[in-house]
Every structure is written in structure tokens, then in C-alpha cells.
């Protein structure tokens, strides 16, 4: 089974700063995908971004990059330019890329970092 | 509506009594997931449907926990003689197809169920 850690409860930011959030899994398949959602309190999970485990360029999205080392099984999250909008409970997931018949596409998450953007 | 609709948003049972979360999911959406998420916890996987078909119940607490999606739209999670433990919020999301290699989950605001 797969395991996703978040290893930071809480973490703070200045708001123009940059912060990296951290998050480690555990896998033995080779083909997977991982992502980084937003919960704010309005409970709804936004997709942050994305990144194919076959791909050895890490996505960008805008403001938001991430630093996937795939040997050392770390998908690290950074938010440049800290907006007071960031502010939210960030989640790390895992989805496999290979669907055994009967199987499901389900992610599996972290626990979660929450983040405060500090004016 | 455009995303995933859940309802009702809030819900307060007491103990012992059963309850019902709906889910629509985005028109035409083939899968669709339900998680339970325990305060302060990243949500956890409870069911799977393809369509009508619901394809992994693994994550399931117990047999009190039941979900259905009878015309492969909506969905029911149903959960009887409720229990204290059972209080958390309940999300339901959906996603283009069952095939496709990278189809991303959108998610509803959820159901948070409190249990007295």
C-alpha cells in the first residue's frame, strides 16, 4: 500500500515570500502521479498541480513549482510570491497509474500543512 | 451547476439515527469517489463508482456504510445507526472517465456530519 507523509502541521509565510511545503511517499510501483491540492475553510479540495512520475521535468504552474525527486520518493511544493489568498490547509497525494481491472483510481493523501500567509 | 454539488452542506444527527449525503457529480462524469475526512486529517477513500458499478468498497469503515448510484448520475452514502466516531466531513468527487491515464478529481464542498 501506498503512504504519503506530511511531515509539517503548520507552516508560515511572509506575504511576498516564498515557502516550500514538504512531503515524502512510499511506493514500489514505477508509474504513478502526485498532487498538491488546497482545502481552504470553505472545505472544497482545489487541484494545485500536478506530476507524472515518468516525467523527470517539474511542472510549474504560475506561482506554484514543485521538486520532484522520484529516487529519494520527496514531491516538495513551492509558493513564490505569497499571496494572503494562499492561505489554506495544503494536501500532498499519490495516485497510481496502473488500474487493475475492478480497481480504482483513488488518491491517497497526507495529513496536511496548514499554511497562514502573515501580512 | 458546473462542479460537484453536494447536500445537504451541514448535517447533525444523534447517535443511532441513519442518515443520507447526496452527490451530483459533473454532467457526464463516469467515476466518481467518495472520501471521509476526519478533522484536522487528509481525507481517506471510502468507495468507487464507474458508472452505475461500484468497483472498490475497500475503504468502508463497516457494514453500516452503504452508497449507491443506481442510474450512474447521482450518488447516496448512507450510513446506519450512526455512531460518534462517524463525525467528519464527507467528499465526494468526480472525474471524466475510468480510462483515461491522467483525469484529474474535481471535488464537491462536502458534508460535514456531526454525530450527538
Known amino acids: ?119 | 451547476g458546473a462542479g460537484v454539488s453536494q447536500s445537504p452542506r451541514y448535517k447533525v444527527a444523534k447517535r443511532g439515527q441513519d442518515v443520507a449525503l447526496r452527490c451530483d457529480p459533473i454532467s457526464g462524469h463516469v467515476s466518481l469517489f467518495w472520501y471521509q475526512q476526519a478533522l484536522g486529517q487528509g481525507p481517506e477513500f471510502l468507495t468507487y463508482f464507474q458508472n452505475e458499478a461500484q468497483l472498490d468498497k475497500s475503504g468502508l469503515p463497516s457494514d453500516r456504510f452503504f452508497a449507491e448510484r443506481p442510474e450512474g448520475s447521482v450518488s447516496t452514502l448512507k450510513i446506519q445507526r450512526t455512531q460518534q466516531e462517524d463525525s467528519a466531513v464527507y467528499l465526494c468527487a468526480s472525474s471524466l472517465t475510468g480510462q483515461g491515464r491522467n483525469q484529474p478529481q474535481h471535488f464537491g464542498d462536502g458534508t460535514r456530519l456531526s454525530i450527538l
Do not use: H
Open chain 1, 1 to 119: 500500500a501506498q503512504t504519503v507523509t506530511q511531515s509539517q502541521p503548520e507552516m508560515s509565510v511572509q506575504e511576498a515570500e516564498t515557502v516550500t511545503l514538504s512531503c515524502t511517499y512510499d511506493t514500489s510501483e514505477s508509474d504513478y502521479y502526485l498532487f498538491w491540492y488546497k482545502q481552504p475553510p470553505s472545505r472544497q479540495m482545489i487541484l494545485v498541480i500536478r506530476q507524472e512520475a515518468y516525467k523527470q521535468q517539474n511542472a510549474t504552474e504560475n506561482r506554484f513549482s514543485v521538486n520532484f525527486q522520484k529516487a529519494a520518493k520527496s514531491f516538495s511544493l513551492k509558493i513564490s510570491d505569497s499571496q494572503l489568498g494562499d492561505a489554506a490547509m495544503y494536501f500532498c497525494a499519490y495516485r497510481s497509474a496502473w488500474i487493475s481491472s475492478g480497481s480504482a483510481r483513488q488518491l491517497t493523501f497526507g495529513s496536511g500543512t496548514q499554511l497562514t500567509v502573515l501580512p
